[in-house]
Structures are given as structure tokens and as C-alpha cells.
Nanobody, 118 residues
Framework: QVQLIESGGGLVQPGGSLRLSCAAS????????MAWFRQAPGKEREFVAS????????YYADSVKGRFVVSRDNAKTTMYLQMNSLRPDDTAVYYC???????????WGQGTQVTVAS
């Protein structure tokens, strides 16, 4: 059974930084992609960033490229999202996912709220 637990969300001012973490259990996650999605109020869920099984490849949505960095630890069971230069339109619930196909993950975490406001 796969469990994904996000942490690190909160309230931050525009221009600030936050680091999200996703702790995963189960062997499935070690062999598959991990990714972050987000859903803002009144909007559809969208892809944010992903990282390959080895951590050697990562991809980003255009809206976060150059500001966010995704990484995972050597044991491949924890994923991070370093978010810099945060903007109000980054406000959303951020979800950790894992799956064989990045854009169609099999497993989702419960989500962590990120609010960017002054």
C-alpha cells in the first residue's frame, strides 16, 4: 500500500519561499515517477513538477520554471519542492503523487495548503 504525506505548506508573503516535503511509504514509489500537482480555488487541478525514479530528470510547468525546484532523496522515498519568488497565483492546495505515467498518477496525497498573500 502506498501512502503519501505532504508537509510544509503555510502562509507566505509574495516574493517569499517555502519548501514542501512528501514522505512516501511502499516500494512502488521507488520505481516510479513522483510529481506535484496543485489546485487553486475555482480552478482545475494542474501539473507543477515531476521527477524521475532516479532523480536524474525533472520537468516543470511553464508557470513555475525558474522559481521551483523538485528533488528526491537518495532512498527515493521523499520528494521536495523548493518554491521561491512565490506569487499570489501560486496559492493552491499542493498534492504529492506517484505513478507510472506522470500526468496520470495512481496515488495521491491528501494535499497541503499554500497561501501567498500580504
Amino acid at each position: 500500500q502506498v501512502q503519501l504525506i505532504e508537509s510544509g505548506g503555510g502562509l507566505v508573503q509574495p516574493g517569499g519561499s517555502l519548501r514542501l516535503s512528501c514522505a512516501a511509504s511502499g516500494d512502488f514509489v521507488k520505481k516510479n515517477y513522483m510529481a506535484w500537482f496543485r489546485q487553486a480555488p475555482g480552478k482545475e487541478r494542474e501539473f507543477v513538477a515531476s521527477i524521475s525514479q532516479t532523480g536524474g530528470s525533472s520537468y516543470y510547468a511553464d508557470s513555475v520554471k525558474g522559481r521551483f525546484v523538485v528533488s528526491r532523496d537518495n532512498a527515493k522515498t521523499t520528494m521536495y519542492l523548493q518554491m521561491n519568488s512565490l506569487r499570489p497565483d501560486d496559492t493552491a492546495v499542493y498534492y504529492c503523487t506517484t505513478g507510472r505515467i506522470v500526468l496520470n498518477p495512481e496515488y495521491w496525497g491528501q494535499g497541503t495548503q499554500v497561501t501567498v498573500a500580504s
